[in-house]
């Protein structure tokens, strides 16, 4: 079982920068590929960033390519959305989640553990 608790989510004007990080629990956490997610208001969930378990890969979803950047440090058992120059779309609640392989990450519905979730809101 993983626990994964968000925080660094906050308000902020467009344009400005803030960084996500994600704690989980358990002594494997380099076995876990990571992904962020979230979902907007009256949306659906969408892929955000993924990172694989060593941190050598990386994928982003076209929509924040060059501006958000995945990484980890399976030391601390932690990974981190670094997220710059927002824009009032980006507003959404974001989630990071584990997966217990290393391909198949940009699906949602294959992650096995998911946190609680962070908000975060970019004012124009």
């Known amino acids: 079982q993983v626990q994964l608790v968000e925080s660094g989510g906050g308000l902020v004007q467009a344009g400005g920068s803030l960084r996500l990080s994600c704690e989980a629990s358990?002594?494997?956490?380099?076995?876990?590929?990571m992904g962020w997610f979230r979902q907007a208001p009256g949306k659906e969930r969408e892929f955000v960033a993924a990172?694989?378990?060593?941190?050598?890969?990386?994928y982003y979803a076209n929509s924040v390519k060059g501006r958000f950047t995945a990484s980890r440090d399976n030391a601390k058992n932690t990974v981190y959305l670094q997220m710059n120059n927002l824009k009032p779309e980006d507003t959404a609640v974001y989630y990071c989640?584990?997966?217990?392989?290393?391909?198949?990450?940009?699906?949602?519905?294959?992650?096995?553990?998911w946190g609680q979730g962070t908000q975060v809101t970019v004012s124009s």
């Open positions: 989640a584990a997966k217990n392989s290393q391909n198949g990450l940009i699906r949602g519905a294959l992650y096995d553990y």
């Open positions: 358990g002594r494997t956490f380099s076995s876990y590929a």
């Open positions: 990172i694989t378990g060593s941190g050598s890969v990386t």
